[in-house]
Every structure is written in structure tokens, then in C-alpha cells.
């Protein structure tokens, strides 16, 4: 086999890495998205009681209770629109990866396998953060028009 049988070989099989890589990325954030929704429903469905959890349960640095449940449950119902979409990712990314950092250092009596979840969340946000979005997201397309070239 000549060199240029293996290079041809070698492209197509990157090529179709690269669009395994969007589709993860997409998925990644999809996942993501719907982890912390779920939360924020969790939140909103019985407010009185996620308002007693801020203020008796975790232990929030700085912020009063109060502003803390409103603060978080606004962050888990917005920010994964945006994830679904993929606009301003990196940025929500970073709210998103505070977030949960926050949530999982104010609970005093968490679990190994809840301290587990919220190391794979961290996790997943920093690959998005570090890899971005992917193809399949507006932030993606927005950059093709600002920087054609670089596209």
C-alpha cells in the first residue's frame, strides 16, 4: 500500500472522528441541559420547600438564602436552554460549573454517590468549556459569519 492510499485513509477516518466529536459534544450538552432542567423543575414545583433546604440544609456561602434559591433556580431553568441551543456556551458554562460546585460544597450530608455526580457534572462542563459546543450549535455558526476564515 502506497503513502497516499494511507493518507487518504487516514483523512476519512478523521474526518469521520471530527463528526463523531460534534455529535458528542452535542450530546454531551444535551445531557447536561437536561440534568440540571430537571433540577430547576424540582425546584419550582414545591417552593416553600426549596425554600426551607436554602435556609435550614445547605449552607451557601455569602448569599442570603432567599437569593440563593431564587439565583440557582433561575441559572438551572435558563442556562440549559442556552446549552440546547449552544449560544454563549462558554460563558454559561462557567455560571453552570460555579453553580455546581456551590451545590455541591453547601451540602453538608452528601453522599458518596451525589459527590460522584456533581465530580462527573464538573467534568462534562470543563470538556465542553475546554472543546466548546461543537458544530452543531449557534455559537458555532455565529463565529463562520463573524470569521469566515477561520471557520
Not at 449552607?59 to 441559572?75: E, G, H, M, R, S
Not at 436552554?81 to 462557567?94: A, I, K, M
Amino acid at each position: 500500500m502506497n503513502i497516499q492510499k494511507l493518507t487518504n485513509i487516514g483523512n476519512t477516518l478523521l474526518g469521520w472522528i471530527e463528526a463523531l466529536q460534534s455529535v458528542f459534544l452535542l450530546i454531551l450538552r444535551l445531557w447536561l441541559a437536561k440534568v440540571f432542567f430537571m433540577s430547576g423543575l424540582t425546584k419550582i414545583k414545591s417552593w416553600d420547600t426549596t425554600l426551607m433546604l436554602f435556609e435550614y440544609e445547605y449552607n451557601v456561602p455569602i448569599l442570603p438564602f432567599d437569593i440563593a434559591a431564587y439565583l440557582a433556580t433561575a441559572a438551572e431553568l435558563a442556562i440549559p436552554v442556552f446549552l440546547v441551543v449552544g449560544l454563549l456556551t462558554r460563558l454559561n458554562l462557567v455560571a453552570l460549573f460555579i453553580l455546581n460546585y456551590v451545590a455541591m460544597i453547601s451540602y453538608p450530608d452528601i453522599s458518596i454517590a451525589g459527590e460522584k455526580d456533581h465530580i462527573m457534572w464538573g467534568i462534562s462542563i470543563l470538556a465542553l468549556f475546554l472543546f466548546g459546543p461543537g458544530k452543531a450549535a449557534l455559537d458555532h455558526f455565529i463565529w463562520k459569519r463573524v470569521n469566515p476564515q477561520n471557520a
